[in-house]
């Protein structure tokens, strides 16, 4: 009977030491998680609109909670409201450094550091998502330059 209740005694010691490593493995992923991605406890919802050259468009830029990470889901509406395209793709806010017009254009550019640059060409009454050529061209967007110069440099 001694024998019995030391080896529940034990039982639960080894448990409780269980249970504590991987409540304390837990914070520290947690813990971690944060460290390694510093913008995700500070983004919030919100919408950023943003005027075409000659303000015929506006470029949408929605940051919403999507599984519960923060994203960014892109789309142009016409002077009436009426959505006249949506990006297919929606970016993680934390990789994002934001969706750009191109200089004098209706191309649309976006830029985050996990899936890169992309350019929706406008033509056709349409957008068309490309990779942009390098050089980039003279109509893209001063934030394009800028990024291609931090990442090469």
């Known amino acids: 009977m001694q024998k019995s209740k030391r080896k529940r005694a034990v039982f639960l010691a080894l448990f409780m030491v269980v249970a504590a490593a991987l409540v304390l ?3 520290i992923v947690i813990r971690l998680r944060s460290f ?3 913008a995700a406890p500070l983004a919030k919802e919100q919408t950023i609109n943003t005027q075409s050259f000659d303000g015929k468009l506006t470029l949408i830029e929605e940051h919403r ?3 519960g990470v923060m994203m960014a889901q892109i789309s142009v509406c016409d002077e009436t409201g009426e959505t006249v395209f ?3 793709e929606d970016y993680r806010i ?3 450094y934001g969706t750009f017009w191109g200089g004098g254009t209706y191309d649309i550019w976006t830029l985050s550091s996990d899936v890169g640059m992309f350019r929706y ?3 056709n009454g ?3 998502k490309t990779c942009p050529q390098m050089p980039l061209p003279e109509n893209a967007p001063q934030e394009a330059k800028e990024y291609i ?3 090469t440099h």
């Open 36 to 38: 390694f991605n510093p």
């Open 149 to 151: 110069q931090r990442i």
């Open 121 to 123: 060409i406008y033509g």
């Open 86 to 88: 949506t990006c297919p």
């Open 65 to 67: 909670r999507v599984s």
């Open 126 to 128: 349409g957008w068309q």
């Open 94 to 96: 934390w990789d994002y």
């Open 25 to 27: 493995a837990l914070c």
